[in-house]
């Protein structure tokens, strides 16, 4: 969670955060960094049946809803889903919605490296333009998916979702 933290100060790191609560991510900022338990996650795998969708426990069968998930982390889930395939890259991806390309050391197969989001994106300038601190709100919230529900073990990677 301290990494998250250092991500509010200042005024515009406020508007940056009002940003995010608008987007239907206040709750979303509580949640502290997750740490992978392997060995769970093997152990929910090997009871994970695709025919059914649902776990095989001994007291029964369980399933994860989309409600669920809303419940657990205060996200909105209302209206029509957002499909679609990109064929972008993730540098273009970076510069549409981040405005600026991270360099290649930053970047691994189609996804950026959280240090890089929080090297480049913590401290938004006082005097920012609406257009960066957009972009900078764009980015907390990129890591803030991407240390907590998309987390992954590939060197603290975010895909671009």
């Not at 502290?32 to 049946?49: H, K, T, V, Y």
């Not at 401290?123 to 803030?144: I, K």
Request: charged fraction near 20%.
């Amino acid at each position: 969670m301290s990494t998250l933290q250092s991500w509010v100060n200042g005024d515009s790191q406020r508007c940056k955060i009002e940003s995010a609560d608008k987007a239907g991510f206040r709750y979303s900022r509580q949640i502290p960094s997750i740490s992978l338990d392997n060995p769970l996650i093997s152990a929910l795998a090997e009871r994970w049946r695709t025919e059914t969708n649902t776990f095989h426990l001994m007291v029964g069968e369980m399933t994860i809803t989309l409600k669920d998930v809303a419940l657990l982390l205060g996200l909105l889930v209302e209206g029509e889903p957002v499909l679609g395939v990109t064929y972008t890259s993730c540098s273009k991806v970076c510069e549409r919605f981040l405005g600026k390309v991270s360099e290649s050391g930053y970047m691994s197969g189609g996804m950026v490296k959280l240090s890089w989001l929080k090297e480049f994106f913590c401290m938004c300038p006082e005097d920012a333009s609406t257009g960066d601190v957009e972009c900078h709100t764009r980015a907390h919230l990129l890591y803030l998916m991407g240390s907590t529900i998309f987390s992954t073990t590939t060197e603290n990677n975010v895909g671009r979702f």
